[in-house]
């Protein structure tokens, strides 16, 4: 059974793909998520493809990197920069409802 579930930008040059459903999604409020207003789920990178021209966000201790489409903007996930195995997707970009799973906030805004 196929439970992929495909996702992109708004102007459709980014395309993203993950190997299942997110399980919950969660609700960052550190200085970059609350800004972004991105709805994340967690998956290891493998299990995420990402393709299309991104432009990429770097900061402070440069261990992530933000993908947004080079033409519309949108945040599409973060990719670590090194050995970290797991990624971020952004749910809002994917086709699933968000309502479907549960909602993890994150409070701390220290990060
Ligand atoms: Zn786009």
């Given at each position: 059974m196929?439970?992929e ?7 459709g040059a ?7 459903p997110p399980?919950?999604?969660t ?7 609350r ?6 789920a ?9 393709t ?8 402070g ?8 489409c ?7 996930a973060?990719l670590?920069?090194g ?6 997707v ?13 909602l ?8």
């Amino acid at each position: 059974m196929v439970r992929e579930v495909h996702g992109s930008c708004h102007c459709g040059a980014v395309k993203i793909t993950v190997t299942r459903p997110p399980a919950d999604v969660t609700e960052c409020h550190c200085t970059i998520c609350r800004r972004y207003a991105g709805l994340w789920a967690y998956y290891p990178v493998k299990d995420v493809s990402l393709t299309g021209p991104t432009e990429v966000y770097i900061w402070g201790r440069k261990y992530l990197e933000y993908h947004r489409c080079s033409n519309c903007g949108c945040v599409m996930a973060w990719l670590p920069r090194g050995e970290y195995p797991e990624c971020g997707v952004n749910v809002r970009m994917l086709d699933f409802d968000i309502n479907s799973v549960k909602l993890i906030v994150e409070e701390d805004a220290s990060v």
